[in-house]
Structure formats: structure tokens, C-alpha cells
């Protein structure tokens, strides 16, 4: 790797990538690209050592069985704690997101430990599931336009003094505490409950990640007309009457 490289780490492909969610490496990896940037991807299997000098780390969704082994090898490894410390850029997404937080209820109905790189904490929800479309409005500094997701999970996620809401909720449940918030960031480590991939849906979380992995405030354009006509769909399919 040379040292203008961009290195891009998709954390444990066999364990949290149930429903899609490498995609957004995918998506991630190919912005990059079209900026004529240098980018090294790397997949990291449950059963290797995470890097620790990587710029972007992704983490994906899961099963329960899955994300407890998940974050049980992660606080063993220690190698995302360190790369966090080191000022990496992480982005989560539902099981991924519990697990950076401090604590999640696990597939044996027991509490288990998180990384606590958000300040969240994950419990089980007692009513239905939340399932279906989420539009959300991202929290205005970082500038982006309304989200669009998909939403799968049991879990309601509240969250600490230190932790900041990703976005509120115009459709969907997001966090499920019913507060209207929806993932949650930490300085430069993000937690979500959007897949679809979500980067997929919404290209410019791609891009927020690369300028603050580059440190600049600003990406040479690219071609967005793939992602904006598939925005544009699934936000009108959201907003349709049931």
C-alpha cells in the first residue's frame, strides 16, 4: 500500500453481512474510484486480526447467534478499539451498530457486551418488530439530503449524553424508542439501522465518509444519476399511503 493509498476494511463479510450490507463497501470502494483515488479493500474474516491502520472500517448486519460471536471475537481482537483511538472512520449498521455500543442483548437473552465506541445501549423490544421504509432527516452539520432506508430488527437502542442522534425519523421507527431518533454517531464512528445497502440509497453517506477519512470539505463531482433515480424511487414508494 502506498502512503496516498485510501485503506478499506469491511469487518467479519462472514458473519455480518446477512442482509446486503457489503454493498456498502461496494458503493464505498467504487466512489473512490470514480475520484480517481487509490483505495485498498480489505475483507477481514472472523478468524483473522483486525488491522489497525485502516481509514474506513464497515460492519454489516446479522443474526443473533452471529453478532454475539461478532462482538465477542472483536473485544478479544482489540484491533477496531485501537483503530477507533487511532482517529479511523467506522460506519455500522444494525447488529454491527449494537455492537459498538456498550451493551446488546444476545441470543442466549443475555447482556453482552459491546465495544463502546458509541455511547448506546441495546435492548429488546417487547412489541413488534420494526419492519419496513425509513425516511429520515440526517442531523443538519453534516449538510445531507433525507435518507432512505429499510428497517429490520427487535432492538431499541437508546442512547447516551456523549452520543449524538445520525438522523430523525420521518417514516420508520429508527432507534424504536419512540423519540423519533435514528442511528447514532460518536465523533467519527456512525451506527445505523438502515439497510438497502444504505449506501446504496444514499450515495453521499459514502462520500461523507471519504472526506472525513481525506480530511476535505469537498469531492470532485461524479455521475449520480444511477443513485438518484433509485433515491428518487424509494422515497416515493415510502411516502405512498399504505
Not at 99 to 126: A, C, K, M, W, Y
Request: glycine share 12%.
Amino acid at each position: 500500500m502506498s502512503d496516498s493509498s485510501l485503506r478499506l476494511v469491511w469487518v467479519y463479510p462472514d458473519l455480518l453481512s446477512t442482509y446486503g450490507d457489503q454493498g456498502n463497501a461496494l458503493v464505498v470502494e467504487r466512489r473512490a474510484r470514480q475520484r480517481g483515488l487509490d483505495v485498498q479493500r480489505v475483507d477481514v474474516r472472523s478468524d483473522q486480526p483486525i488491522p489497525t491502520s485502516g481509514d474506513i472500517y464497515l460492519i454489516g448486519g446479522g443474526e443473533d447467534r452471529p453478532q454475539r460471536l461478532a462482538s465477542e471475537r472483536l473485544l478479544r481482537d482489540g484491533g477496531l478499539s485501537r483503530a477507533s483511538s487511532n482517529g479511523a472512520i467506522i460506519f455500522s449498521v444494525c447488529a454491527g451498530y449494537q455492537i459498538l455500543g456498550h451493551e446488546f442483548i444476545n441470543d442466549l437473552g443475555e447482556r453482552q457486551p459491546g465495544l463502546g465506541l458509541i455511547d448506546v445501549v441495546s435492548t429488546r423490544g417487547e412489541g413488534e418488530r420494526c419492519v419496513g421504509d425509513v425516511l429520515a432527516d440526517i442531523d443538519p452539520r453534516f449538510g445531507l439530503p433525507q435518507l432512505t432506508g429499510f428497517e429490520n430488527h427487535q432492538g431499541v437502542t437508546h442512547l447516551g449524553p456523549t452520543a449524538r442522534p445520525f438522523a430523525r425519523t420521518v417514516i420508520g421507527r429508527g432507534n424504536g424508542t419512540g423519540d423519533g431518533t435514528e442511528g447514532a454517531y460518536n465523533d467519527t464512528v456512525f451506527g445505523t439501522y438502515m439497510h438497502g445497502p444504505v449506501m446504496a440509497r444514499n450515495p453521499q453517506i459514502a462520500d461523507l465518509l471519504l472526506k472525513l477519512a481525506l480530511d476535505v470539505n469537498a469531492l470532485p463531482p461524479t455521475d449520480d444519476r444511477w443513485y438518484e433515480a433509485l433515491r428518487n424511487e424509494r422515497i416515493a414508494s415510502a411516502s405512498q399511503p399504505a
